[in-house]
C-alpha cells in the first residue's frame, strides 16, 4: 500500500481516511441515506411526476425539515427527474377517433343560415336542432333588412 501511495503522490493517511469513511459515513451521509429513500418513495407515489418543488412540499408536510436546493440535489444523485407533459399542439385533422365534431358544426352552422334564409326564425328567439345524439339549442341573432 505504501508504494501505490508513493506512486500516486497522497500520503498514506489518506487512504486510511478513505477506508474508514467508506466503512462508517458520517451523519449528513446517513440523512441523506434516509431523505433519499423518502424522496424516491414520494417520487414513484407519484407517478412519477413530483419534481423537487412538490417534494420538498411534500416533506415539509411530513415534518422533516429539509431544504429545497437539497431535496432537488438528491433527487439527481438518484438519477429521479420528473416527467413532463406533452405540449398542446392543435391541429385541423381529427387523429383521436372523436370523428363528425366539425361535421357537426358545419351542419349546425348551415341550419341556422338556413333558418335566417327562409325567415322561419325570429331573432333572439331559441329555437332547436339535431345534432349528433342529442339537440343543441342555438339563439338565432339577425338584423332585420
Given amino acids: 500500500m505504501a508504494w501505490l ?4 503522490g497522497v500520503a498514506r ?3 486510511y481516511a478513505w477506508r474508514h469513511r467508506q466503512e462508517a459515513p458520517g451523519k449528513r451521509a446517513a440523512e441523506n441515506a434516509v431523505i433519499t429513500a423518502e424522496i424516491q418513495a414520494v417520487f414513484h407515489g407519484h407517478r412519477a411526476v413530483y419534481g423537487s418543488p412538490r417534494i420538498h412540499q411534500e416533506a ?3 415534518g422533516h425539515p429539509v431544504g429545497r436546493h ?3 440535489q438528491l ?3 438518484a438519477e429521479l427527474k420528473a416527467r413532463t407533459r406533452k405540449a398542446f399542439r392543435p391541429c385541423s385533422r381529427d387523429r383521436s377517433g372523436a370523428a363528425g365534431v366539425v361535421e357537426n358544426l358545419q351542419q349546425q352552422l348551415q341550419h341556422v343560415r338556413q333558418g335566417l334564409q327562409l325567415g322561419q326564425r325570429r331573432g333572439g328567439e331559441p329555437f332547436l336542432h339535431p345534432v349528433a345524439e342529442g339537440f343543441c339549442e342555438a339563439v338565432a341573432r339577425t338584423r332585420s333588412r
Fill in 5 to 8: 501511495c508513493r506512486q500516486l
Fill in 13 to 15: 493517511s489518506c487512504d
Fill in 60 to 62: 415539509r408536510a411530513a
Fill in 70 to 72: 437539497r431535496v432537488a
Fill in 75 to 77: 433527487m439527481q444523485r
